[in-house]
């Protein structure tokens, strides 16, 4: 199914410069993947520290942003200059699942939302990683199927971020977006079993 995700290839090409320079400069992969998961980790402890300080929230959809091009930066990295490492691995999908639960966190505070609404979302994120990256168990490789994927809850939750922060309130039907978040997981994590065993059997 259709995923932001499948954008990549166009992404990756215009940070290509990007990333020559910072293998010129030395920094690794590794040190990529953890300066993105400590960014996420104290954006995500700042935004809901804040409380009714509902303008910061606009810091999310740039953060977003940049987190992608940090994920595109590092798996490049790894690829094309020879940096790919055990260590890597572990890092590259811990950093993710641990990066989303603290950006997607703070919109507990804000309603409609609540612990349950968000806490589904970031749960149901959790499992939908660990499916992908099972793929590579069973000789299928890492799975990216969508709906709902990661880059297609980064882009949801930093337009919610942008309303957020440039609104006083949300409106009470929005309540209802994380529960539609929650089902598209669900499809997403049984696409991602389904494929990675269509895949090991050929």
Known sequence: MASIYQLKPRFQSLLRPVVRCCAGAGITANGVTLTAMLVSLALGAWLAAAGGQRALFLLLPLWMFLRMAFNAIDGMLAREFGQKSALGAYLNELS???????????????????????????????????????GRMIGAGRRYDGPMGKS?????????????????SLPDWMFWLMPAMTAAIVVNIVNRVRGGIASASK
């Open 96 to 134: 993710d699942v641990i990066s989303d639960a603290a950006l997607y966190l703070p919109f507990v505070a804000v309603a409609p939302f609540n612990w349950w609404s968000v806490g589904t979302v970031i749960f149901f994120s959790a499992i939908s990683e660990m499916a992908g990256a099972m």
């Open 152 to 168: 297609d809850r980064a882009f949801v939750f930093g337009a919610l971020g942008l309303w957020v922060g440039l609104t006083p």
